[in-house]
């Protein structure tokens, strides 16, 4: 009988540490599910400089990559402000301790970027024993997070981003897919994860692109695979219109067209619809908005009149990624105002005015949405049908990277340091 018991207690540990490690990690931009939900019970509500921080420690460089965490490792990329070296970084997250810091690229005469951006905007992507750094035509790499040894580089992979690198790289099965998509020839690419090598490329079709003016064929997207009726998709929200790949191929499977360039928003997957983010809709040869658009997934081709659910275009973000949380959309525009709408009509509930401008996507941790303005300022709030604030705090310095939640702490970068807060 004790015998028995002594085994159900260890299976029953083992369950629990698996379950507390498959939570413990943060592996892509917006999470291991990229859906913007953080897999924790708990979760800071109340801080500032001086206030339940755990840790702060300086960020060499510049950069607006947001962190990610495996086991007790954090990683992000930062690069000298002018473009001439790149770097990675990984700390101790217990204590902060800087474990790694090294260069990885230089370049004698970078392109120029845009002013809001940075040189290191791409998140990591890290999985047991490899992460993977993207700097766009900058250079990609993989590194051993136990030797801290370069295992490939890629640096042939070319770009005229014209306003920078800012596309993350996000893993899938066997491969690592990158988008390089600037004002010539834009392209996605899948990598062999473990090699480096090209599995696939496919380059946006010339017919539709070539006889665009070159600054509307940017994007600065990140893309995300689903599965629908058996079909492994890569959603990517290319500049004028949105692909769906064949992931395994490059195949494109279908398209709906929008126009214009400058996405960055990542799309999003819920309850069998896609919802993706038009970048900007020029008015006069002006920005003047962006479109949400929610798509049905299942067509074949040009489904732009056939599978197109709901379009809102009424202070739709153009850089934050919305969340959706209870068939809840919420999403805080640029410059601060926050709309909540129905996710399945598009119909808009509410609408909250937040101070400041935004960059960093909104994340949802333990029962609250987490809002950070590019000056710091953290406003907290509860889903539902009003907007109901729970808590406001504060960091020093700019913010533009998206935040990271692991075992009931936050993790969170500004344009000098990173902090753990509790």
Same mark, same amino acid.
């Given at each position: 009988m004790n015998s028995k018991l002594s085994i159900l207690i260890f299976l029953l540990t083992f369950v629990v540490a698996a379950c507390q490690n498959k939570t413990a990690n943060w592996t892509h931009f917006r999470g291991s599910n990229m859906d913007g939900h953080?897999?924790?019970?708990?979760?800071?509500?109340?801080?500032?400089?001086?206030?339940?921080?755990?840790?702060? @420690?300086?960020?060499?460089?510049?950069?607006?990559?947001?962190?990610?965490? $495996?086991?007790?490792?954090?990683?992000?990329?930062?690069?000298?402000e002018d473009g001439t070296q790149f770097y990675v970084c990984c700390y101790d997250l217990d204590s902060g301790e800087l474990m790694l810091e090294k260069t990885l690229f230089t370049a004698e005469e970078p392109q120029r970027i845009h002013s809001t951006n940075s040189y290191a905007t791409p998140t990591p992507c890290i999985e047991k024993g490899k992460v993977y750094v993207h700097y766009g035509t900058f250079g990609t790499a993989?590194? /051993?997070?136990?030797? $801290?040894?370069?295992?490939?580089?890629?640096?042939?992979?070319?770009?005229?981003?014209?306003?920078?690198?800012?596309?993350?790289?996000? #893993?899938? %099965?066997?491969?690592?897919?990158?988008?390089?998509?600037?004002?010539?020839?834009?392209?996605?690419?899948? #990598?062999?994860?473990?090699?480096?090598?090209?599995?696939w490329k496919s380059v946006r079709p010339a017919e539709i692109y070539d006889p665009l003016e070159p600054v509307y064929r940017k994007s600065y997207q990140t893309p995300i695979v689903i599965n629908v009726n058996g079909k492994e998709l890569l959603i990517?929200?290319?500049?004028?219109?949105?692909?769906?790949h064949d992931?395994?191929?490059?195949?494109?499977?279908?398209?709906?067209?929008? =126009? !214009?360039?400058s996405t960055v928003s990542q799309p999003l997957y819920w309850n =069998?619809?896609?919802?993706?983010?038009?970048?900007w809709i020029f008015e006069d040869n002006k920005p003047y908005f962006t479109r949400q658009y929610a798509i049905d997934p299942t067509g074949t081709g040009d489904v732009t009149e056939t599978h197109v659910k709901w379009m809102y275009e009424d202070e739709v973000p153009q850089i934050p990624t919305p969340v959706i949380v209870d068939g809840r959309m919420y999403m805080v525009? /640029?410059?601060?105002? @926050?709309?909540?709408?129905?996710?399945?009509?598009? %119909?808009?509930?509410?609408?909250? %005015?937040?101070k400041g401008n935004f960059n960093a996507s909104p994340i949802y941790a333990? =029962?609250?949405? !987490?809002?950070?303005?590019? %000056?710091?300022?953290?406003?907290?709030a509860k889903p539902g049908d009003t907007f109901q604030k729970v808590a406001e705090n504060d960091l020093d310095g700019i913010v533009k990277a998206t935040p990271a939640f692991v075992g009931g702490k936050m993790i969170i970068r500004s344009d000098k340091n990173l902090y753990l807060i509790k």
């Open positions: 953080a897999e924790v019970e708990k979760a800071p509500l109340h801080w500032s400089e001086a206030d339940n921080v755990v840790w702060k @420690v300086p960020v060499k460089g510049q950069g607006w990559s947001s962190p990610v965490v $495996f086991g007790n490792q954090i990683w992000l990329t930062s690069a000298e993989c590194i /051993d997070t136990k030797s $801290f040894d370069v295992l490939w580089k890629r640096e042939d992979l070319k770009c005229d981003h014209m306003q920078g690198p800012a596309s993350s790289p996000i #893993l899938y %099965k066997n491969m690592l897919i990158v988008h390089l998509e600037g004002t010539k020839d834009p392209y996605v690419v899948a #990598l062999d994860k473990t090699t480096g090598e090209t599995i990517s929200n290319s500049a004028y219109m949105c692909f769906a992931v395994n191929t490059g195949e494109v499977v279908w398209t709906i067209t929008y =126009g !214009y360039d =069998g619809l896609v919802f993706v983010n038009s970048g525009h /640029d410059r601060g105002m @926050v709309t909540c709408l129905d996710a399945m009509t598009g %119909k808009p509930i509410w609408k909250e %005015k937040l333990a =029962g609250n949405i !987490y809002f950070i303005s590019v %000056k710091g300022e953290c406003t907290i």
